[in-house]
C-alpha cells in the first residue's frame, strides 16, 4: 500500500493499493486496444464536449480540489486556489485546441515529377501516452500530461508523484463523470520498477515526464525504439540586475518568483546577479522580505510559504545552506529549520561559485545574491552550468534587455519579471540538461500527434 502524508502535519490523509507487476500488461493493453482499433477513437467533437463538461465540473469543485492540492502538496491555499483555477483553464485551452490540430496543403507541380498530383496533411493521435508527474503542482502538472493527450485523441496512463496522488486521482474521476469512455484515461500507482516496466513497453508511443534531469535522462534511455518523448526537469534560474532597475516593483516579484511554493518550482528564483553599485541595497531588500513572509499551515488563509514536500528535504536544504556559510556565504535572513516539515526563507548574499546552492537545484525557500562588476561577466557566470530554463533581466534600457536576452542561455528570458512566470498556453521547457521537448497546452497536444501525408494523382490536375 502506498500511504500518503500531509507534508504539513505529516499526519496520514490518504492510501492506495499498488498496482502489482503482473498488472501492467492489462492496462497497456487495454489502452494499445483503443489505440488501434480505429472504429474506438473518440471523433474531436466528441473530446471537445468531454472536455468541456469536465472544466464546468471542476468549476463547481473550487474549493474541494483546491483543498486536496494543498493538504497533498503543502502550497499555501490561495497559491492552490490559484493552480486550480489555471488547471481550469488549461482544460478549456485543451478543448479549443483540437480544433488547431490541423495539417495544411503541400504544394505540387513544383518540378516536372510532381505534376498532376495534389497533397495535403493532417494530424492524427501518435498513440498510448505515458505519463509521470511531479509533487509540486499536483492538479495543473497532470492537466498538461493528461488532458492534453486526451485532446490529441490519445488513450493516456498517468503515474503521479507518490506523495501528490489526490489530486490526480480527483481529475481521472472527473473526466469519467464527464464522459470519458472506460480506458482512455488510467491512474497507476506502483513502485518505480513497475513504471519502468510500463514506460519501456513497445506499445508506448508518446512518454511524458515532469521530475528530476537523473530520472528523466535514465529512462529515455530505456525507451522502446521509436517512442517519442517530452522531459521537464529542472533549473537553478539567474536573474540579472542592473542599476537602473525599478526597485519598487522588482522586490516584491522576486520575492514571488522565489519563495512560491517554498522554492519547489523549476524556474523559481535562485541566483540573483546584482551590479555591485546596487548589490547590498538589493540583497538586503529582498531579504527584508523575506522575513516577512509568513510560514505555517498551508489550509490557513494567511500563509505565504508552506513545508517542504518531505522531512528528508528540509535536512537537505539545511545542508546546503550550512555548505554555502563555510564556503564564505553570508546569511542575510533565515537559515534555519523551524520545524521538521518547514524552513525559514533564507537569503545568502555571495556564496561562492562552486557551493551546491550556486551549482545545483535548490528546490527549497533559498535565494542567493552574487555581486558583478561587468555585466558579461554576469552573464558568463549565469551561463556557468549544465542546466538551461528560464532566466530574467531587470533594466530599463533596452539595449540591455536585448542584449540579456541574447546572451542568457535559457528557453525563455523574462524582462523585469521573475523566472516563474508562466501562462499555460505558451511554450514551455527545458534546454541541455533541463529537458527535451516542449510543454504548454497545445505545444504539447501538437508533439501528442502525427503528421500524415496524403499525395492524390489524378489526370484531371
Known sequence: MLKVYSPFTLEQIGE???????SIDGIISEAYYLFENRSEWLKPHERKAILQRCAKIMESRIDELTKIAANEGGKPYSDSKVEVLRAINGVEIAAE??????????????????????AFTQREPIG?????????????????????????????????????????????????????????????ICENDVAERLITDARINYFSFIGSAKVGWYLRSKLSPGTR?????????????EPDANFEEMIPSLLKGGFYHAGQVCVSVQRV??????????????????????????????????????????????????????????????????????????????????????????????????????????????????????????TKNIDTALRAVKRLNGTAVMVNDHTAFRVDWMPFGGAKASGLGLGGIHHS???????KMMVIKSPVL
Not at 496512463?157 to 501528490?164: E, F, L, Q
Not at 497536444?445 to 503528421?451: A, F, H, I, K, L
Open 273 to 394: 546577479f546584482a551590479h555591485e553599485s546596487i548589490c547590498a541595497d538589493v540583497a538586503n531588500q529582498i531579504a527584508d522580505g523575506a522575513k516577512q513572509l509568513k510560514v505555517g499551515d498551508p489550509l490557513s488563509p494567511e500563509t505565504e510559504v508552506g513545508p517542504l514536500i518531505l522531512p528528508k528535504e528540509v535536512d537537505r536544504v539545511e545542508e546546503w545552506v550550512n555548505e554555502a556559510v563555510t564556503k564564505g556565504g553570508k546569511i542575510l535572513t533565515g537559515g534555519k529549520r523551524i520545524t521538521d516539515s518547514t524552513y525559514e526563507p533564507t537569503v545568502i548574499l555571495n556564496p561562492s561559485d562552486d557551493a551546491l546552492v550556486s551549482t545545483k537545484e535548490v528546490f527549497g525557500p533559498v535565494v542567493c545574491i552574487y555581486s558583478y562588476s561587468d555585466i558579461e561577466q554576469a552573464f558568463d557566470r549565469a551561463n556557468g552550468l549544465e542546466v538551461s530554463f528560464q532566466a530574467a533581466v531587470f
Open 229 to 241: 518523448c517530452a522531459l521537464e526537469h529542472g533549473g537553478a534560474a539567474p536573474v540579472i540586475v
Open 445 to 451: 497536444m501538437e508533439e501528442m500527434t502525427n503528421e
Open 16 to 22: 492506495y493499493p499498488l498496482i502489482a507487476m503482473e
Open 97 to 118: 485546441s483540437i480544433g488547431e490540430l490541423k495539417g495544411g496543403e503541400i504544394p505540387m507541380g513544383l518540378t516536372p515529377a510532381s505534376e498532376g498530383r495534389m
Open 128 to 188: 498510448v501516452v505515458a505519463s509521470i508527474s511531479a509533487f509540486n503542482h499536483p492538479l495543473n502538472l497532470i492537466v498538461h500530461q493528461v488532458i492534453t493527450a486526451v485532446a490529441a485523441g490519445c488513450p493516456v496512463i498517468v503515474k503521479p508523484a507518490p506523495t501528490t496522488p489526490m489530486s490526480c486521482e480527483a481529475l481521472v474521476n472527473i473526466l469519467a463523470e464527464a464522459g470519458l469512455p472506460k480506458g482512455w484515461c488510467q491512474m497507476v
